[in-house]
C-alpha cells in the first residue's frame, strides 16, 4: 500500500516568506509526527497529533512554527517568517497509535532552502 | 531531558568485516530503544527494536541488545556487505514523552 508522502519535496524560498509543507500519512494512522533534520544530525521532534488534536508541540523551536491537521489525516507545516536557520529536511511520519507498540512509518522528506 | 549518543563516524569497512556501532542513552524510566536505517536517496527505516532490558533486537543480520546496567544498544553485525552502506541512527521513545529522540546518525561506508 501508500506510504506516507510528502510534498513538495524540495521548496526553495526566500527569508521571510511564508511556507507550507504537506504530508499525508498512511490511511487509518491516528498518529502524526513532524521532525525535523538538520545536515548531518539526526531527526528532531517538533510535534505530534493523536487525531485532530496536537498532543505535544513541544518541539517546535518558536512561534513562527504551526502545524494543523483539521480532519484527522493530512497535516500541514505552516512557517511564518522564514529565517536561513530554518533550511533544513523536514520528516513527516505516521503510526497505528503513539505508544511504542506502534512503528513510525517515516515519508521521504521535504527539503527547505531559506536564500 | 533524555537523550542518545552514538559514535562518531564516518565508519569504513571492507566487505565481510565484522560491524559496531556503539550507542548509549540517557532516559528517566525505562525507554524503548530502537536502530533506523536510511540508505542513500531514501527515507528513514525501522531496522530492528528492543522494548525492556536484556532484550535482543534483529533483523537482516543485524543484532543489538538492551544493555540496562550500561545505558548501551550498541549495533553489530558479523558480516557487513557493501548493500549496508547507509546512515544509522540510534533512537529512544520514552512513554512519558510520546516522541522518538535520535542520534546525530553514524555513516557507514563499505568497500568491495
Known amino acids: 500500500g501508500a506510504g506516507v508522502s510528502q510534498t513538495p519535496s524540495n521548496k526553495v524560498t526566500e527569508k521571510g516568506k511564508y511556507v507550507e509543507l504537506r504530508c499525508d500519512p498512511i490511511s487509518g494512522h491516528t498518529a502524526l509526527y513532524w521532525y525535523r533534520q538538520s545536515l548531518g544530525q539526526g531527526p528532531e521532534f517538533l510535534i505530534y497529533f493523536q487525531g485532530t488534536g496536537a498532543a505535544d508541540d513541544s518541539g517546535l523551536p518558536n512561534d513562527r512554527f504551526f502545524a494543523v491537521r483539521p480532519e484527522g489525516s493530512v497535516s500541514t507545516l505552516k512557517i511564518q517568517r522564514t529565517e536561513r536557520g530554518d533550511s533544513a529536511v523536514y520528516l513527516c511520519?505516521?503510526?497505528?497509535?503513539?505508544?511504542?507498540?506502534?512503528?513510525?512509518?517515516f515519508g521521504p522528506g521535504t527539503r527547505l532552502t531559506v536564500l | 531531558g533524555d537523550s542518545v549518543t552514538q559514535m562518531e563516524g564516518p565508519v569504513t569497512l571492507s566487505e565481510e568485516a565484522f560491524l559496531t556501532i556503539n550507542c548509549t542513552y540517557t532516559a528517566t524510566g525505562y525507554p524503548s530503544l530502537f536502530w533506523y536505517v536510511q540508505y542513500p536517496g531514501e527515507g528513514l527505516q525501522l531496522l530492528l527494536k528492543a522494548t525492556k532490558a536484556d532484550d535482543k533486537g534483529s533483523n537482516k543480520g543485524f543484532e543489538a541488545t538492551y544493555r540496562k546496567e550500561t545505558t548501551s544498544f550498541h549495533l553489530e553485525k558479523g558480516s557487513v556487505q557493501v548493500s549496508d552502506s547507509a546512515v544509522y541512527f540510534c533512537a529512544l521513545f520514552s512513554g512519558n514523552t510520546g516522541k522518538l529522540i535520535f542520534g546525530q546518525g553514524t555513516t557507514l561506508q563499505v568497500k568491495p
Open positions: 511520519a505516521s503510526s497505528l497509535g503513539s505508544n511504542l507498540f506502534y512503528e513510525q512509518f
